[in-house]
């Protein structure tokens, strides 16, 4: 092979080294689009099942639940003051009239008494996630996995609410969550806008697990200590289910209101909360305590 034949078997190989360099450099990126573009093919595909079957899920394992709270109430003895109630046969009544004619004052302790708990649960457990999704801009899937974790906490934090007005009484565990509300709800504020998935969970824990915990866990036996026997339930119910319906059914309404009277600002929202939460602080203290009270003897 002369050299002419030999330059150009080496240009050709250097020729071919070369476009094997562009393709794998052209290749690269390439995968790169690819790996992305079937990471968002996924991620549709999963958000497509959810919308279409995904969301009915948790509402199926709900059944589960149902059972479990069934067998728990079957179990469960009645009370010896309504077996006592029961054997009596006492004339039967309109206990709704009866609750609204007869005891109005304690009706409305019983409403004032939960509003507080159930606006801590619309402002902080409804609102401030929309909020962190559509305002803040924040990764959906990491505020409700935030939202997750704190209602764990909240969990646990009425349990150790109740537990401790068992000890101590209803209304000191009541009115030290509402005290918190009114010292924490600027912070609280605050760190919802700073804008991290963090400072959001802080946010939610004080919100949920502190004041609403605090609130809530002796919120059953408070309200049930407030009427006799025979409208205990019915009362209890009333008050409870008037207060979520004012607090937490409007609460994320005024909320988002205030925001945009506000320009933006959730000062106005702090002080909406702050002034509902003085109206269950007033509730809870001109109530008497009813730890230690004989249930037979509440007339």
Same mark, same amino acid.
């Given at each position: 092979?002369?050299r002419r034949?030999?330059?150009r ?8 080294a070369?476009?094997?360099r562009v393709?794998? &450099?052209h290749?690269?990126p ?12 996924l991620h549709d595909?999963?958000r497509?099942d959810?919308?279409?079957?995904g969301?009915r899920v948790?509402f199926l ?7 479990i709270g ?7 003895a ?6 006592e ?6 004339e039967?009544?309109v206990?709704?009239g009866?609750?609204v ?6 009706l ?12 801590a649960?619309?402002l ?9 999704v559509?305002q803040l ?6 505020? &409700?996995?935030v939202?997750a ?11 150790i609410?109740?537990r401790?007005?068992d000890r101590?009484g ?5 009115l030290?969550g509402?005290v918190a509300a009114v010292l924490l709800a600027?912070?609280?504020?605050l760190?919802l806008d700073s804008?991290s998935v ?16 605090f609130?809530?866990?002796p919120?059953?036996a408070?309200?049930?200590e407030?009427f006799?026997?025979?409208?205990r339930y ?5 008050g409870y ?10 609460m ?5 209101a205030?925001?945009? #009277?506000?320009?933006g600002?959730?000062?106005?929202v702090?002080?909406?909360?702050i002034?509902?939460? &003085?109206?269950?602080?007033?509730a #809870?203290?001109?109530?008497?305590e ?9 007339g």
């Amino acid at each position: 092979m002369g050299r002419r034949d030999a330059a150009r078997v080496r240009a050709g190989r250097q020729t071919v080294a070369r476009v094997r360099r562009v393709r794998r &450099l052209h290749g690269r990126p390439r995968r790169h689009h690819r790996g992305h573009a079937g990471a968002q093919r996924l991620h549709d595909a999963a958000r497509e099942d959810f919308l279409s079957w995904g969301w009915r899920v948790p509402f199926l394992f709900s059944a589960v639940l149902a059972v479990i709270g069934l067998v728990i109430r079957l179990r469960t003895a009645e009370s010896a003051v309504f077996q006592e109630a029961v054997a009596a046969a006492e004339e039967k009544q309109v206990p709704v009239g009866e609750v609204v004619t007869r005891y109005p004052r304690r009706l409305l302790v019983a409403v004032g008494a939960g509003l507080s708990g159930q606006a801590a649960q619309g402002l902080m457990g409804v609102w401030a996630i929309g909020y962190a999704v559509t305002q803040l801009q924040l990764s959906p899937t990491g505020v &409700l996995n935030v939202k997750a974790l704190t209602g764990v906490c909240v969990i646990v934090m009425v349990v150790i609410a109740a537990r401790l007005s068992d000890r101590i009484g209803r209304r000191p565990v009541m009115l030290g969550g509402n005290v918190a509300a009114v010292l924490l709800a600027v912070p609280i504020m605050l760190l919802l806008d700073s804008g991290s998935v963090i400072t959001v969970f802080l946010a939610l824990f004080l919100g949920l697990a502190v004041i609403q915990g605090f609130v809530a866990g002796p919120y059953g036996a408070f309200a049930a200590e407030l009427f006799p026997t025979r409208i205990r339930y019915t009362g209890a119910s009333m008050g409870y289910q008037i207060a979520a319906a004012l607090g937490a059914g409007l609460m994320p309404v005024i909320a988002s209101a205030l925001v945009l #009277v506000g320009g933006g600002s959730l000062w106005l929202v702090a002080a909406a909360w702050i002034g509902m939460t &003085l109206l269950g602080l007033v509730a #809870v203290a001109v109530s008497g305590e009813g730890k230690d009270r004989d249930l037979r003897e509440i007339g």
